[in-house]
C-alpha cells in the first residue's frame, strides 16, 4: 500500500533524521517501503529514538525499517553499547510496532490488523477490503509477561497498547482474549 505521491515524506523523514541513518542510503534502509498513512508514526519513532539517545548521551544508528505483515519492524543498536539507552529503545520500537498494528497504513486513522488468506494489512474500517477478517487477538499491541509458578509456566502480567494514550496499559488476559491453562 506505498503511495508513489506520497514519497517526498519519506525523503524529507531521512534527510530530517540524517543522524540515525548514518551512512546508509534511503532505499537501503526500507524507508520507501513504508506506507503513506505511517507517516505520523515514523516521525514520533525517529523523534524519540534521536531524544533518548540524547538524554543518555549516545547515539542510536537505525539499519532498518520494514514492514512486515502490517507491523513495524525496526532494527538499530545503540552506539556505544549502552544497557539503559537500549532498554529506552526497545521500549520505543515496542511502542512503534504496536501503534502500527493499529493504525491504517492508507490513511493513518485508528484501525486493526486485517487479512485475506496468507496477506495481513493494518486498515481503518473505510479502507478495510471487503472480505477480510480481523486478525484476534493483535499480538503486537499485547505484551505478556510469564514467570514459572508452582512448576508452571503462568501468566502473572499483562499489557495491552493504548493508541489513545501511546503507551502499554495493564490489562486483564481475558480481556484480550487470552486463556489460562490449568
Known amino acids: 500500500m506505498v503511495e508513489d505521491d506520497a514519497s517526498d515524506w ?10 540515525l541513518f548514518e551512512g546508509i542510503p534511503p532505499f537501503a534502509t526500507g524507508i520507501g517501503t513504508l506506507p503513506a498513512g505511517w507517516c505520523e508514526l515514523v516521525e514520533s519513532l525517529c523523534a524519540r529514538l534521536t531524544a ?28 556505544p ?8 529503545v526497545a521500549e520505543v520500537a515496542a511502542r512503534a510496532a504496536a501503534r ?29 477490503p471487503r472480505g477480510s477478517v480481523e486478525v484476534f487477538p ?3 499491541t499485547i ?3 510469564r514467570s514459572i509458578v508452582a512448576g508452571r509456566s503462568r501468566i502473572v502480567a499483562c499489557e495491552a497498547y493504548d493508541r ?5 496499559v495493564a490489562s486483564s488476559p481475558e480481556a484480550l482474549g487470552i486463556r489460562h491453562f490449568p
Do not use: Q
Request: charge should be positive; glycine fraction near 6%; aromatic fraction near 8%.
Open 52 to 79: 533518548a539517545a540524547t538524554a543518555a548521551s549516545g547515539r542510536v544508528h537505525v539499519s532498518r525499517l520494514y514492514e512486515d505483515r502490517a507491523v513495524i519492524e525496526v532494527v538499530c543498536k545503540a552506539i
Open 138 to 140: 493483535n499480538w503486537p
Open 164 to 168: 489513545g494514550l501511546d503507551r502499554f
Open 81 to 88: 553499547p549502552n544497557a539503559g539507552l537500549e532498554a529506552v
Open 143 to 145: 505484551r505478556v509477561v
Open 100 to 128: 502500527s498494528a493499529c493504525t491504517c497504513a492508507a490513511c493513518g486513522r485508528p484501525g486493526a490488523r486485517y487479512r485475506i488468506a496468507f496477506r495481513v494489512f493494518a486498515a481503518c474500517p473505510l479502507h478495510m
Open 10 to 19: 519519506r525523503d524529507a523523514l531521512w534527510k530530517a533524521n540524517a543522524p
